[in-house]
């Protein structure tokens, strides 16, 4: 399922990276939540937990139905 993750952050990186952030895939728990940390100027962005939801939970679910939810630590 890791590697699920990973590709499907791969489909975002750049966009993030434009920005100057990025995002580290921290964990995967056995219940289908993705724990992430933003990195760079994603990490101290006011609009970092819209970027979250809106655009990399969008895709890593779209990339893996059995994804709950992705957070951030």
Known sequence: MKEKVEQALEKIRPALQRDGGNVELVDVTDDGVVKVKL??????????????KMGI??????AIPEVKSVESV
């Open 57 to 62: 939970e969008k895709v890593v679910k779209q």
């Open 39 to 52: 990195v760079g100027a994603c990490g101290g962005c006011p609009m970092s937990q819209m970027t979250l």
